[in-house]
């Protein structure tokens, strides 16, 4: 098992960049890829990116490609999603998670707390 502390969300203006971390602590010797997860109000939790812990092999969501970039530190045990050119619809509760197998889009078993992004017009 493994815990995850997700930080780094804030205030930023539209056309901002922010960058969050999520520190990774446990078995982090089993895990299999790391993932970045949104929730804005009122809408379902969504798929942004994901990042194989031993390869680095990255995939992403469409509506964030050439904007976010995942990054991974095995070293430190960190995982970091860099957010450019952000609008304000990318404003939502961002989540790391954590699974032991190869995982795309869904079946992370291991979730942070979330950190709010706010992005202004």
């Known amino acids: 098992q493994v815990q995850l502390v997700d930080s780094g969300g804030g205030l930023v203006q539209a056309g901002g960049s922010l960058r969050l971390s999520c520190g990774v602590s446990?078995?982090?010797?089993?895990?299999?890829?790391m993932a970045w997860f949104r929730q804005a109000p009122g809408k379902e939790r969504t798929f942004v990116g994901r990042i194989t812990w031993r390869s680095g092999s990255t995939y992403y969501a469409d509506f964030v490609k050439g904007r976010f970039t995942i990054s991974r530190d095995s070293a430190k045990n960190t995982v970091a999603l860099q957010m450019d050119s952000l609008k304000p619809e990318d404003t939502a509760v961002y989540y790391c998670?954590?699974?032991?197998?190869?995982?795309?889009?869904?079946?992370?078993?291991?979730w942070g707390q979330g950190t709010q992004v706010t992005v202004s017009s």
């Open positions: 446990g078995r982090t010797d089993s895990i299999g890829t």
């Open positions: 998670a954590a699974d032991w197998g190869i995982r795309y889009t869904s079946g992370y078993t291991s």
